[in-house]
């Protein structure tokens, strides 16, 4: 029984021993802890002081800090110019990245309109053409690019011919130069995707909003698209465009344009009002083209007969002159 009770006392004594150097060490932690923290304290008051007296020192932070600023910001912004042009990983948008065509009726009724006209305008199946309206809206609402705008490119530029090409490298839907954005078409598999009309569609939106977004215009931005901000005149594809999306918009709203309708050019103070509300007001109009009659029919051409629209070898024409004098969009 003696040693029993031995034994007790000296686990009693341990466990004692062994708390008293546990709030001991908690203790000694704990004063560290606010000597520290009221060190700190007093250096940054110390600093703040400091700095305060010292206008140079004050003014270089504060430029530091003003570029930190704008960096991070930068960055989110060039995320959000990026983010409108769904990538083909986008899960919410991979089965409609796939799909090269779709039926009208399963669009809108504004969009199946606009669809309906451009198959019989420019003579194509409606089913590759609604799926063209029905990117150029998705696309378009992300980037803040009227979708008939885009869709009024797409018609000048190419017919809505997906493979063509012009004698100085622009190619596909919008005819992106695709040597010069090589780099867009990264994501999408590299540079032969341009013949995709989607990938092409999404690439030339974002081409287009950056000519936009670098000429603070529309107008002037068409110029920049074209290939002549350097000229003083663009052969009036700019203006070209603008009746074009004219026509679109009118189509849009429910109203009847013919498909034979005439190309027009558009006045600079029409072409304002039509411009979108998300992008600058647009620059005087460009003058009409020189191969163009007044009523905007070719020469030759029967007004009572479908447009044929500046295709690939048109535009292509046009950037080879202006290859001549200015870099090539």
Request: proline letters at 7%.
């Amino acid at each position: 029984m003696p040693q029993i009770h031995w034994i007790k006392r000296i686990v009693t004594s341990s466990q004692q021993a062994v708390t008293v150097f546990a709030k001991d060490v908690g203790h000694g932690l704990l004063e560290v802890s606010h000597n520290m923290l009221a060190l700190v304290g007093l250096l940054v008051i110390a600093a703040v002081m400091f700095t305060a007296g010292r206008a140079d020192l004050r003014v270089s932070m504060e430029r530091e800090v003003l570029g930190w600023l704008q960096e991070r910001h930068g960055g989110r912004a060039n995320a959000v110019a990026l983010d409108y042009v769904a990538m083909p990983d986008d899960p919410e948008h991979l089965s409609l990245a796939q799909a090269l065509a779709v039926d009208p009726a399963l669009l809108t009724r504004q969009q199946a309109a606009v669809a309906t006209w451009l198959s019989r305008r420019y003579r194509v199946a409606p089913e590759p053409v609604a799926r063209i309206v029905q990117e150029a809206w998705h696309v378009g609402q992300k980037a803040g690019v009227e979708p008939t705008l885009i869709l009024a490119i797409t018609a000048i530029e190419s017919s809505f011919n997906p493979f063509a090409q012009s004698p100085v490298g622009a190619q596909g839907l919008m005819q992106v130069m695709t040597r010069i954005h090589s780099d867009k078409y990264q994501a999408f598999g590299g540079k032969l995707a341009a013949f995709d009309p989607v990938t092409n569609l999404r690439v030339g939106v974002q081409v287009l909003r950056e000519c936009i977004a670098r000429a603070g215009g529309l107008e002037a931005g068409l110029r920049y698209y074209v290939g002549a901000a350097n000229l003083d005149d663009d052969g009036g594809y700019a203006a070209k465009v603008l009746g074009e999306q004219q026509y679109l918009e009118r189509v849009a709203s429910g109203q009847s344009v013919p498909v034979t309708a005439p190309m027009i050019i558009v006045a600079s103070s029409t072409a304002s009002a039509s411009a979108p509300s998300t992008v600058p007001a647009s620059l005087p109009a460009a003058a009409p083209s020189a191969s163009s009659t007044p009523d905007g029919t070719a020469p030759g051409q029967n007004p009572t007969q479908p447009p044929m629209p500046s295709d690939s070898t048109e535009s292509g024409s046009t950037r080879e002159q202006i290859a001549l004098v200015a870099p090539a969009r």
